[in-house]
């Protein structure tokens, strides 16, 4: 008989009946010490602290874990390290049996007990477990200085600088009867991109003296990529059944540019247009400028919603509202899992070249 561990318990998997063995006599209950618990996506370490700690209390307030709003509980979840065993400490993220992998106890937000495995991370600084959260967690991402004001601002000198844009072109389309392909297809998209970063810098750069750092140019992690690319996939499935929709009613989301092809002495200018320009000045306006100067305003759905719309109403498009609303609400959600540009950028980028490969392809 082994007598020198009766502190242990055994949870039973519902699942595979294996026994997992935790080295405390009983589970915790979260509430009786103010503790906040979070589990790795593993489900196989426990992530310990207190809700007197100052350092959590500077993160999102004085209110206990697992009474945080789903917005303060993902602020807190981007600032905390990967586990020990990889992965990242989620509210959603359950105890799970050793064996199988299937949960054998709630997250935080279905029950306050808890389950304390081996290698766990202990911080509860206020019952003297472990040093707190100080030095754990990553520095907070820098709200945009710029108000909506800004941004509505912003929108409307956009607007004004597109308009006098047209009209210009309007103009110098009654001079020339016989305009140079060229130049109209490579010179006029790059300087229609170029005027959105106009108001970013009058309303960012001149009035907060913002940072490229505080419009999202800053390092991102490299898992975003991969969720980005999924959505991809995803957008795409759905736009094929969107055309063919359309398709039926005689119509198409955005007009046939092949023709355009055929008469360009070169197609470089414009490709660099769609494929570099683009991604990089319209992700620096309408997410680096537009959303993250809503969302510390609105909610971060409503400024990804209120961005989309935008980015979909500048494509002047009709038909094309729909999809282009949703990749600017993609966009904008990998700019709210990173607080990078970085990540739709390269999204935007692969998504346009794919466009003019496709069309090059089929000219
Ligand atoms: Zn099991």
Redesign the pocket.
């Known amino acids: 008989m082994d007598e020198a561990v009766p502190t242990n318990i055994v949870v039973t998997?519902?699942?595979?009946?294996?026994g997992?063995v935790f080295q405390m006599p009983w589970p915790f209950h979260a509430g009786y010490g103010d503790q906040g618990f979070l589990y790795n996506e593993a489900g196989d370490r426990t992530l310990i602290w207190s809700s007197f700690d100052p350092d959590y209390q500077a993160a999102v307030g004085s209110k206990p874990p697992w009474a945080l709003t789903d917005e303060e509980r993902q602020k807190f979840e981007d600032r905390l390290p990967p586990a020990p065993s990889g992965g990242r400490w989620l509210f959603r993220n359950p105890a799970?049996?050793?064996?199988?992998?299937?949960p054998?106890s709630g997250p935080i937000t279905e029950t306050t007990y808890y389950l304390r495995y081996d290698g766990s991370v202990d911080r509860d600084v206020a019952r003297g477990w472990g040093p707190g959260l100080k030095g754990m967690l990553k520095p907070a991402a820098p709200a945009a200085p710029w108000r909506p004001r800004d941004v509505w601002l912003g929108v409307v000198m956009a607007a004004v600088l597109m308009g006098a844009g047209y009209a210009l072109v309007f103009v110098l389309r009654g001079l020339h009867a016989h305009p140079n392909v060229d130049l109209w297809y490579a010179l006029f998209p790059t300087l229609f991109e170029l005027v959105l970063l106009v108001p970013v810098w009058w309303f960012a750069g001149r009035k907060y003296h913002a940072p490229l750092r505080a419009l999202g140019f800053r390092k991102f992690p490299g898992s975003v990529l991969g969720i980005g690319v999924g959505l991809l996939f995803a957008f795409y499935f759905a736009s094929g059944i969107y055309n063919l929709i359309l398709h039926r009613f005689g119509l198409q989301a955005q007009p046939d540019i092949r023709p355009v092809f055929g008469e360009l002495a070169s197609p470089w200018p414009l490709i660099f247009s769609t494929v570099i320009v683009a991604p990089l000045v319209e992700e620096t306006f309408f997410r680096g400028f537009v959303f993250n100067g809503l969302r510390s305003r609105f909610h971060w759905a409503w400024a990804a919603a209120i961005s989309a719309a935008l980015f979909a109403a500048a494509h002047l498009e009709i038909w094309f509202f729909l999809p282009a609303f949703a990749l600017g609400f993609l966009f904008a959600f990998l700019y709210q899992r990173s607080n990078s540009v970085w990540p739709g950028m390269a999204l935007h980028f692969i998504l346009n070249s794919i466009a003019m490969i496709g069309i090059l392809v089929l000219t």
């Open positions: 998997c519902p699942s595979c009946g294996h997992t799970r049996c050793v064996r199988c992998g299937n054998i």
